[in-house]
């Protein structure tokens, strides 16, 4: 029981607590390398603070579609958190987290997304919706095609197994397939998380936004949780990322709440790192136009494809 | 009461009974053609009636074990002409997905036909309903293969008729054409394979054995069945009448259609490729398998095309049965590797995704039948802001949409599931072949599945949301409600499912095991029955019910917790932004023809769009009197698959009958000689 409550509370409350933060170290890595001081690391905290109590405004032309979105977002966010552990010492204790799950629950989440954004009779709404859909679509092949190829290399689709097999792999980013997964990954994730050269979440032009185009009628506390169930998904894929990559559970030699403490805290250096790497590549790239994305899906799909057929096609 | 019907021990006569109720009820549609409120509410009534008792005695069926006695219900002279009843478990399951969705449709045509009374012969179009039902029936419950014929082709007739039932306009008369040639070339293939059987066995009998039929024949039948089930089912490149078919039908009768009649092409597979001829190679499955790929990718990709939603919905058919060939095709190859466990759960999820299917798909249609009867357009470009005006049909095509596109809580997601874990665990190490095919099947899953919720935003997105684009649209009223009853009995039942799975999983495990021998249930982990317990395969598992739990607790806790520490929630109504400049008016929304355009430009190889802009100019070039836009997608099978083979068929025959009829009786004369020397050659020989 106690360790079920443990796993909940880690889960939800240190995922969505720490989730702000990440935004905070990619914006502030973004700042530094254009020579700016930039907002302070904890300025999405602030925004969010400010969010919950404002009024929000909603267009007269909507349904109920637009009010509930914004928890089910969320709602799906955190459950999707529920299912990727921060770390492997601690066991779920409910077994319901598989990857295919993990996929089609944030697609819950997707879907009313895309109908809010309709729901206001807003221009911008449907257009963002319209690309929304077709980066998910372009991307979802290739999302399940390398998770599901680790979960065959582990012998299950649970998240759980899988990451627990991880641990015992030494070094897991000098074998190929590995490699291969790990940089399709990092392809979804960019492309999940609305970055560039996906999407750029800084612009409010209409010309480049996807996911801001789908927020643009959204104020006040449906606002906020949209902007922190986004965050949660971002940090709930790059926990998926660190923890299957970089795995470290097997370094810790000890047991017990001291062992689960220290492994949360290599966990956040990883995050850090993780969220350096994916600053960087913002840095460094400029957002593409809209019809190269699925030329960067593709790269993603192949890189999976490859590392699939490396192992089970033609054997190790 | 479920024990004393046990008790009368002739579950047979159950099925009979429906049988004679869908008779008696196409008698009374005809007795009573001149009072069309009351024709439609008794021809109803007793389908329904006959519905519920097929689902009693299916469930019956399912449940016991028992081996039950054929009955004959025709006699002949000739040996092998009987008609016979024969109902296993498979026949049963099937039955219980027909009366489950007759039941709702029923109930749902009692408030829809509404819409004909004093404008067409309810009386005939009742009588078409009920014994399209009763062919159905018959099909799933026949015997042996005269009787299974038989039946294929009045249902073939008797859904012709329906579908050509508003024949006023040319293009319902068009669809049917090409339906009824294509259901017969289907049909032809399949009496090939029935002719095969009869050469080698001496005899009709699905339910016998396929000992005697040597390898190579059996090679042949598979490839019959294949085409002439495929061709029921609507799998490409077979597919090309289904998206004429079902929009000309009435919404009522595409529910039909599609929910069940295309789903008795895979109840065929299962029967005559599985149970009859026993899987005998690896690539039967194989084929089915690549099949299910491209129609399940490609079905969807052009439903995403289509703004007229009979049209779209019947291309996701054509997806969904792919879906469903992929689970098929995983059991195949598995039970010719004589791998019981995985042909059983891929069998499982091919099963069930065809149940779920029935329901949602069903619902679908029932649901553009009720946006049809209240803006008298199929066009979603006209619609919109219809969740004001018909806020519970609303609420139900919702549900029909989260499901077919397998989305977290719907049972679309269970069949899914199981179906990609049955793919799982087809890749082994060091099988190339399978393996690729596997991978890339999971790929066309995952991208189906989003191409999907795609469609599925764009169809309710446009109709529903938003402001109306058109007087009908604004003017629109909630249906009548016996037809959201209809509904919301398959979208509470598409909920039940997807929370919930364990029971109907019990339930296509019990079908599936009595085909191959093995329960899957009983070697899977943790007990399968109890609602609560997660789905399991290995160590692999979900709970849908604790994941609906705790997305509900999550919402709970965040109005709970954002009311305790910030107030209560402040919202003010104003219009929707519009950049400053005048209100928006409904010609600014997006357009679905726009919401579908990213996607029309990514795959363009595939649907080689073309577009025409005419602008009719005015005193400026600035201010033109009108632009018109329009923009098409090229059907790639019917122009480069189907026009060149009619072509060449057309010219062909013409040039035969000027060769065959010379109009001279000497030639005439040889012909009758020849056909005679002929008759007599084949006797000696014979």
């Known amino acids: ?316 | 009461m479920l024990l004393v019907l046990k008790n009368i021990g002739e579950q047979n006569n159950l099925f009979l009974a429906a049988v004679m109720l869908y008779l008696i009820a196409a008698v009374f549609a005809l007795a009573l053609m001149k009072h069309h409120k009351l024709c439609n509410l008794v021809t109803n009534t007793i389908c329904m009636a006959a519905a519920l008792i097929g689902i009693a005695a299916a469930i019956l069926r399912i449940s016991t074990d028992t081996i039950l006695t054929p009955v004959t219900i025709f006699e002949s002279r000739i040996t092998f002409l009987f008609l016979e009843i024969k109902i296993d478990q498979l026949s049963a399951f099937f039955v219980l997905c027909l009366s489950v969705l007759v039941l709702c449709v029923s109930i749902y045509s009692i408030g829809y036909n509404s819409h004909y009374y004093q404008k067409r012969n309810v009386g005939f179009f009742n009588f078409l309903y009920a014994s399209f039902i009763m062919s159905m029936l018959m099909v799933i419950i026949s015997g042996n293969a005269i009787f299974f014929y038989l039946s294929w082709e009045a249902m073939s007739l008797i859904s012709y008729f329906l579908v050509i039932f508003e024949s006023e306009h040319e293009e319902n008369r068009r669809a049917g054409r090409l339906y009824i040639i294509m259901t017969h070339l289907g049909t032809a293939f399949l009496l090939i394979g029935f002719m095969i059987m009869f050469a080698y066995t001496q005899s009709f009998d699905m339910f016998g054995s396929s000992e005697l039929i040597p390898e190579m024949a059996k090679n042949l039948m598979f490839i019959c069945f294949l085409i002439g089930f495929g061709t029921k089912a609507g799998v490409i490149p077979l597919h090309i009448w289904l998206p004429y078919a079902h929009p000309a039908a009435p919404s009522n009768v595409s529910a039909l259609m599609s929910g069940f009649m295309i789903k008795t092409a895979i109840y065929g597979l299962i029967r005559f490729v599985l149970c009859y001829l026993q899987v005998q190679q690896v690539w039967w499955g194989a084929v089915i398998l690549c099949i299910g790929i491209v129609s399940a990718v490609l079905g969807v990709a052009y439903a995403i095309m289509e703004h007229n939603i009979k049209r779209l919905l019947a291309f996701h058919s054509v997806e969904n049965i792919g879906i469903i060939l992929i689970g098929l095709g995983v059991s195949f190859i598995a039970a010719a590797q004589n791998n019981d466990f995985l042909s059983g759960l891929a069998l499982v999820a091919a099963l069930l995704h065809t149940f779920n299917h029935a329901l949602f798909k069903g619902g679908l249609f029932l649901g553009a039948g009720s946006l049809q009867y209240a803006t008298h357009t199929k066009d979603i470009e006209k619609l919109g802001g219809l969740i004001h005006k018909m806020p519970v049909t609303a609420v139900m095509v919702l549900c029909f949409s989260l499901a077919i596109s397998a989305i977290v809580p719907f049972n679309g997601f269970i069949s899914e599931w199981l179906t990609y874990q049955a793919l799982f665990l087809n890749i082994n190490m060091g099988m190339a072949g399978q393996n690729i095919l596997s991978i890339l099947s999971i790929a066309a899953l995952a991208l189906s599945g989003a191409l999907a919720a795609a469609c599925f935003v764009k169809l309710f997105g446009i109709s529903f949301l938003g402001l109306p684009r058109s007087d009908d649209a604004a003017q629109a009223k909630e249906v009548p409600l016996a037809m959201n009853i209809g509904m919301g009995i398959l979208a509470a039942l598409c909920l039940i499912i997807g929370v919930f799975p364990a029971v109907f999983v019990k339930l296509a495990d019990q079908v599936a095991g009595s085909i191959l021998g093995a329960s899957v249930v009983e070697t899977l982990q943790s007990g399968f029955m109890s609602a609560t317990v997660p789905l399991a395969v290995s160590e692999n598992s979900i709970a849908p019910a604790e994941i609906l739990a705790a997305l509900a607790v999550v919402i709970l806790m965040v109005l709970l917790t954002l009311r305790l520490c910030f107030g209560k929630l402040k919202a003010r109504k104003y219009g929707t932004w519009d950049c400053g400049f005048e209100s928006i008016n409904a010609r600014m929304q997006y357009t679905a023809t726009g919401f579908s355009k990213p996607i029309r430009i990514v795959l363009s190889i595939l649907y080689r769009p073309g577009r025409k802009v005419v602008i009719e100019k005015g005193e400026s070039d600035y201010f033109p009197k009108s632009v018109k836009y329009q923009v098409w997608t090229e059907p790639i099978f019917e122009k480069y698959l189907y026009n060149p083979v009619i072509r060449v068929l057309k010219s062909g025959s013409e040039k035969m009958i000027c060769l065959v009829q010379t109009g001279s009786v000497h030639v005439y004369l040889l012909y009758i000689f020849i056909s005679i020397l002929a008759l007599m050659f084949y006797n000696r020989v014979v």
């Open chain 1, 1 to 316: 029981m106690s360790d079920m409550i443990l796993y909940f509370i880690v889960q939800t409350g240190f995922v969505i607590l720490a989730a702000p933060l990440v935004n905070g170290i990619i914006k502030k890595i973004k700042a530094l390398s254009q020579k700016r001081t930039g907002a302070p690391v904890l300025q999405m905290y602030y925004d969010l603070f400010k969010l919950f109590k404002k009024t929000s405004v909603v267009s007269d032309v909507s349904s109920w579609i637009f009010r509930v979105t914004p928890y089910i977002v969320f709602a799906t966010a955190v459950a999707a958190a529920m299912i990727v552990p921060v770390t492997t010492l601690i066991k779920p204790v409910w077994n319901t987290g598989d990857v295919i799950l993990l996929v089609y629950i944030l697609a819950l989440g997707r879907f009313f997304m895309m109908l809010a954004a309709l729901d206001t009779g807003s221009t911008f709404g449907g257009m963002g919706a319209s690309r929304e859909a077709m980066i998910s679509a372009l991307i979802e092949p290739s999302i399940l095609v390398s998770l599901i190829t680790v979960g065959l290399i582990a012998k299950s689709t649970a998240v759980f197994p899988i990451m627990t097999f991880m641990q015992t792999v030494q070094n897991p980013l000098i074998h190929p397939v590995y490699l291969m997964i790990f940089c399709a990954l990092l392809i979804v994730i960019i492309a999940e998380t609305s970055r560039i050269p996906v999407d750029d979440p800084s612009t409010h032009l209409e010309l480049t936004m996807v996911h801001e185009a789908m927020l643009l009628e959204y104020s006040g506390r449906s606002l906020a949780l949209m902007e922190l169930a986004a965050a949660i998904k971002q940090l709930v894929f790059i926990t998926l990322l660190v923890n299957l990559f970089l795995p470290h559970d097997q370094l810790i030699g000890i047991h017990g709440i001291a062992a689960i403490g220290i492994s949360l805290l290599i966990y956040l250096a990883k995050v850090f790192i993780a969220a350096l790497l994916i600053g960087i590549v913002e840095v460094n790239t400029v957002k593409l136009r809209l019809f190269s994305i699925p030329n960067l899906a593709a790269l993603s799909f192949i890189l999976s494809f490859i590392g699939f057929l490396q192992f089970f096609a033609f054997g190790g």
